[in-house]
């Protein structure tokens, strides 16, 4: 690795050309200035990404890494219906770190950075025994209207966006001894903040709650029916599954970045958003009626409860089945 200073020098350089109007100032100063539009509220999400936890080397390239670091947190902004204004990006880099992977770490955040208009406006560099990464992405939201996952009520219908389960598989296939090409199509190595759907959401009143499908459909529809204080069934055979997954990986897998919504029953959810597939999975019910938070209809006609069975951050690794 080159000296702290140079890489930050790097950094600015390479950051330079993305400006947004949002950020009045940004590398430079001891702090960023930002400034939202008149009448919205600041969002602001941070993510970590640590080596052999949330990735490998091995597995993911630089760029890859990159890309997935900052979508994490563009995603979360999206499961929110707000609009992203600028992100901070903390490294710690082992001293025996190749330039070129940090170098290719850079290009490929950036890359999506400059997608969505989203301007790198500082951080901070540091040594560390393997390569963490913390990401921190503010957006903007009118007031009011930042959807949250805790207006879910009894009679609305769910709904996700895209498929599920095609991250988890890739990562099973790793973990089988196969070596995956990492192409643009795969949503493990280049995963889609829906943006633009949740900003339409937004605009046309649709959704009553909403998050983003992180840690696995079981486990962030907990996270709805938590806050809302309500109950879930969905049908085992609406789940839509992607490229090779299988329903458990659909409902349990994680990384997949879609979002999962509540609409009225009375709304009407057109079939796709900014040409992104819509699927009807369920149903939010009363809590007190059940027993578990959610539960499952099979194709059996038999309905059982859905256990949380995704990404938990603080379990270790062969217990959550993390990369």
Known sequence: MTSERSFIRQIRRMAGTLASSAVKTGIG?????LRPKPGFELL??????IENLHFRRAWHPAQVVGHRCLARGLS????MGGEPLACFLSLGLPANLPQAWANGFLRGLLALA????VQLAGGDVSSAPQITADIVVTGQVPHGKAILRSGARPGDRIYVTGSLGASAAT???HFAGKKIKPEKSNPHFYPTPRLEVGNWLRKHHLATAM???SDGLSVDLAHICQESGVAAIVSSNKIPIGKNADLELALHGGEDYELLFTASKRAKVPSHIAGVAITQIGEIRNRRDYSSAIQILGDNGRVRALHQRGWEHLKSNAESGAA
Do not use: M, N, S
Not at 29 to 33: E, G, L, N, T
Not at 44 to 49: G, K, P, S
Not at 76 to 79: L, R, V
Not at 114 to 117: D, L
């Open 29 to 33: 100063d001891d702090c960023a200035v």
């Open 44 to 49: 602001v999400t941070t993510d970590l990404c």
């Open 76 to 79: 979360d902004i999206a499961a």
């Open 114 to 117: 400059r997608r969505y208009k």
């Open 171 to 173: 990562l099973k296939q």
């Open 211 to 213: 998050i983003d499908i």
